[in-house]
């Protein structure tokens, strides 16, 4: 498998000499600069890779080329930034980059409540609170009907919850559930957010899989051309908040994605993390029934809690069997031949040591990123010695 890791660009205070020194052999990076739906230009695209090449990194992947919500929502410009689409597509490949990542989450990227969650050792990391989000939902988006999607206890408790939050706490839940999180393009008001939910709400899933069969319909005949694989990544988290349609959460959601449109540049970007904060998903299962599908990984635990909520974990202390998952994609890297290395990343990290001493990323810090690294490198490197 092939160590890879995650840097937002020139601004991102983890640097690519500090990335060098972390033994990694790739580099997944985005033009988080560009607007959203503009097209990646090749010179902008040069600019990146000669950064890169300055410590000997290839850009390996694409994390992420955003959809823009016109695609998802099927908006009547949609065929302008399906255009712009493609043809950053096609000046990627003219610069040899052939790996890109996207999602086709509704309106928000990842969501969390808390992004300063703290272990009992210390180490600090991100949290999705169930109360939270339905406390959010109900008293303060004030959606109509929202109680109806939480069990009478979660409403209660969120009852509570709201009438404890101050001012300062009620304007940092928001904050950190409309904020655009690494990766993310879009950062919402309130206000906004109210209308763009009621398109999705009409939309509904099936909806959304239209105007994605679409998008897969304009986009896989040029990717199969260009030699690029298009890594769909999962819903974050993989079920409905705020009544939202999901359409990569589960799967069956992938077995459509994978049934539907059969095609080599059609693959999955498996989190780990992401489909594990579902109780309903076993992802053990899931990734030996699509592992041929694989193309990307990210690695990462979560600890799930009985209300829904979940926090990401220490990489061997969640809930997911972090030695079967790691075990499976080695099988499955011996499979294709080591000539073939799968890319996977550690995923979020968190933030231990000197990190505190850094603004990093939420869930992007140099040395708990690079700890769950080197767990991960002894222990793929010791399945591949011995299975
Ligand atoms: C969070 C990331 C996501 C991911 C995009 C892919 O850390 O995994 O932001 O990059 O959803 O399009």
């Given at each position: 498998m092939k160590q890879t890791w995650r840097w937002f660009g020139p601004?991102?205070?983890?640097t690519l000499k500090d990335i060098r020194q972390a033994g990694v052999e790739g580099i997944v990076t985005s033009l988080?600069?560009?607007?959203?739906?503009?097209v990646w230009t090749r010179s902008e695209i040069r600019k990146r890779i000669e950064l890169l090449s300055k410590y000997d990194y290839d850009w390996d992947v694409v994390e992420s080329l955003p959809v823009h919500k016109s695609i998802k929502t099927g908006n009547s410009d949609r065929d302008m930034y399906i255009r712009n689409y493609i043809r950053s597509l096609e000046n990627l490949s003219d610069e040899g980059v052939n790996h890109v990542v996207y999602n086709f989450m509704a309106l928000t990227d990842w969501t969390r409540t808390d992004l300063d969650f703290y272990e009992p050792d210390g180490a600090k990391t991100i949290r999705y609170d169930a109360v939270d989000i339905a406390c959010f939902d109900i008293?303060?988006?004030?959606?109509?009907?929202?109680?109806?999607?939480?069990?009478p206890d979660t409403v209660k408790e969120a009852e509570k919850r709201n009438a404890e939050l101050d001012r300062i706490s009620r304007k940092r839940l928001i904050k950190i559930i409309l904020m655009g999180l690494p990766g993310t393009v879009d950062d919402i008001p309130l206000e906004e957010f109210r209308k763009k939910l009621e398109i999705y709400h009409r939309l509904g899933k099936e909806g959304l899989r239209r105007n994605f069969s679409w998008f897969m319909e304009k986009v896989l005949p040029v990717a199969k051309k260009l030699n690029i694989i298009l890594s769909i990544h999962a819903d974050d988290p993989p079920f409905s908040i705020f009544g939202l349609p999901r359409i990569v959460s589960t799967r069956e959601d992938l077995e459509y994605i994978t049934g539907a449109f059969n095609s080599d540049s059609n693959a999955l970007c498996f989190c780990t993390g992401t489909f594990g904060a579902n109780k309903s998903n076993n992802v053990l299962k899931m990734l030996e029934n699509f592992s041929g599908r694989i193309s990307f990984v990210h690695l990462r635990n979560v600890k799930k809690e009985p209300d829904g909520s979940f926090y990401e974990s220490k990489i061997f202390e969640g809930s997911l069997d972090m030695t079967a998952i790691v075990k499976l994609l080695v099988i499955e890297q011996k499979n294709r031949g080591f000539d073939c290395p799968i890319p996977f990343r550690p995923d979020h990290g968190q933030s231990v040591m000197k990190d505190f001493e850094q603004q990093t990323y939420p869930g992007y810090p140099a040395i708990g990123r690079l700890k769950a690294l080197a767990e991960l490198r002894g222990l793929i490197k010791a399945f591949e010695h011995t299975l």
């Open positions: 601004g991102d205070p983890v988080h600069h560009v607007p959203n739906g503009n008293f303060i988006l004030k959606r109509k009907d929202a109680e109806k999607d939480y069990d």
